[in-house]
């Protein structure tokens, strides 16, 4: 493998891109101040080979990126084997590390791409360079300070230290391989040794007396071959005759099974019974549902009970408010009366009223001194001559007729507030029977519009009636139909019980007639079943006694 073009950015100190020209170089070398990025070459190098760094744990790869920068980016152009290829890894920041799988591996002569991730580049530079990432770290690119410690350490640590970078360790190994198998051959060889000293009695004397006993036992085993076939012969005689006499037996206890079951007759006659009353039920029940269909028809006819309840609710209501009106018109007219009354006994004690003011006006005219004597004010002008008031008269009596005329009018005006809260009764009064009315007519007109072409009362009564016969008629005819219903379903278990009895009474002739089969029992009827079980039952009957002279016969024979 010879670099060709090493292309980094974002790589450790690498932030900028950079271009490491190897091309026509046979021999060269990095220098440069300490972290000047001469490791990182090389660290790039192996990264784009391998996807790991050798400084850092070969699952880190976060750490390769460049302080600031979301990604790295690595190009490797190389030859190997006088081949052009191209590998790109990319490295890229994520929310818990990094990711590197954005991998390529191109060849350069066709463009054929060998590997699209970073799985397929790792495994196909292995093939391609024969080295995976530690022997590549160990024989070819020797990680940083490694080579300081080999220079610097002991003989026996740089001897070790030559171990861990060469694997040298794979002869230490081999020497423990060869170990063990020399120690599992030792004891192969021990365990031969023990087989050999069991075995030490076979003297010459043994061997000669074991051939002759083995002579001995080759004549027996050629008389017991002679004689195999009869005893063979007689075997499968006594074999045969074994087989005829169980056979025999097997047809005498199978025609002992040749009986009829007890109440055969009596099961045909129940189902033909069953079979009778489940179509009586079955025709009641159609019967019980016509009937249904015929009351719920005959309902549905009479139109809708609920409407006609309705119609009527309002007849009545129309009756109460007519019985209304006419209760309380005549309450109306004494109300307005009693209305009239009371302001015609307002007006009255108002114009009382007016005349006794008028007459208070009068005699304080007639009196007014006394009336001004009363308004004056000491320092204030006199109304009448506008002189200084200085001294106010003391207070004068009030003349009788000024206080006769004063209670007059009080009496007079206490009179109309009285009229007027009796008229204002009266007023309500007669408006609450006025509103009561005005809503019952209102209802009442109501009533009138929606009854406009309805049935009287009294025939309305007479098709609620019908209506209700008819839907007592419809619970009679359901609740039949139900009761129809409950004894068809009775009728119909009772047959499916005795269709299941003789179902498996069929099947049970069956099998015992097919168990006799060989011996040519009669064929069954046209579906008597009883009389199947009969002429079978008399079949073997007869056939008994013969089969077990049979059986004897051949026991005997056997």
């Known amino acids: 493998m010879r670099p060709v073009r090493l292309e980094i950015e974002g790589f450790t100190t690498f932030r900028e891109p950079v271009t490491v020209d190897f091309d026509g170089a046979d021999l060269f070398a990095l220098t ?27 699952r880190a790869v976060a750490p390769v990126i460049s302080l600031g920068r979301t990604e790295a980016r690595v190009r490797l152009d190389l030859t190997v084997g006088g081949e052009a290829y191209t590998a790109v890894r990319v490295v890229r920041r994520t929310k818990t590390g990094a990711t590197t799988r954005e991998a390529r591996l191109e060849r350069v002569a066709d463009g054929e791409v060998l590997a699209g991730n970073e799985k397929e580049l790792g495994a196909t530079v292995e093939r391609l360079l024969g080295l995976g990432f530690d022997h590549f770290t160990k024989c070819v690119v020797l990680p940083q300070g490694e080579f300081m410690r080999l220079l610097h350490d002991e003989p026996a640590k740089r001897q070790d230290m030559l171990i861990s970078l060469l694997d040298l360790g794979v002869y230490d190994r081999m020497g423990q391989a060869a170990r063990q198998r020399a120690a599992a051959a030792e004891q192969r060889a021990e365990v031969a040794t023990e087989l050999l000293a069991k075995l030490a009695f076979a003297t010459p004397e043994a061997r000669r007396d074991a051939a002759a006993h083995l002579a001995a036992l080759d004549g027996l085993r050629s008389e017991v071959a002679a004689a195999r076939p009869r005893l063979e012969a007689q075997a499968r005689a006594e074999a045969d005759a074994r087989a005829e006499q169980a056979t025999a037996s097997g047809r005498v206890e199978r025609l002992d099974d040749v009986v009829a079951p007890e109440g055969t007759g009596q099961r045909a006659v129940e189902l033909a019974e069953a079979r009778l009353a489940a179509d009586q039920a079955h025709a009641a029940e159609s019967t019980a549902q016509q009937a249904v269909e015929a009351a719920e028809t005959a309902l549905a006819g009479l139109g ?5 309840e309705a119609a009527a609710l309002a007849h009545q209501e129309r009756a109460a408010h007519a019985e209304h009106l006419a209760r309380d018109g005549p309450v109306l007219a004494d ?4 209305e009239a009354a009371a302001g015609a006994a307002h007006e ?42 200085t001294t106010v008269p003391p207070p004068m009596p009030d003349p009788a007729a000024v206080e006769e005329a004063t209670a007059a009018r009080d009496g007079a005006e206490a009179a109309v507030r009285a009229a007027s809260t009796a008229r204002q009764a009266a007023e309500r009064a007669r408006m609450e029977v006025e509103a009561t009315l005005t809503s019952v007519a209102e209802a009442l007109a109501r009533l009138d519009d929606r009854l406009a072409g309805s049935s009287d009362p009294e025939e309305l009564a007479g098709r609620l009636a019908e209506v209700a016969a008819a839907e007592a008629t419809v619970v009679a005819a359901r609740e039949a139909d139900r009761a129809a219903r409950r004894v068809t379903a009775v009728a119909r278990r009772r047959l499916d019980a005795l269709v299941a009895a003789e179902g498996e009474d069929r099947r049970r002739f069956a099998a015992v007639r097919d168990r006799v089969a060989e011996l040519g029992p009669p064929p069954p009827g046209a579906g008597d079943r009883a009389a199947d079980w009969a002429g079978l039952s008399a079949w073997g009957a007869g056939t008994r006694p013969v089969q077990a002279a049979h059986a004897r016969a051949r026991a005997v024979r056997g």
């Open 32 to 58: 440069g101040p300490t972290g000047a990025g001469k490791s990182s070459v090389i660290d790039a190098l192996v990264f784009a080979l391998y996807g790991c760094v050798p400084r850092l744990d070969r």
């Open 304 to 308: 809708s009970r609920a409407e006609r």
């Open 335 to 338: 109300r307005r009366a009693a």
């Open 348 to 389: 009255a004690a108002e114009a009382r009223a007016a005349a006794t003011r008028d007459a208070l006006d009068r005699v304080r005219w007639e009196h007014r001194a006394h009336d001004l004597a009363g308004s004056l004010v000491a320092g204030e002008p006199c109304p009448v001559c506008r002189q200084v008031v």
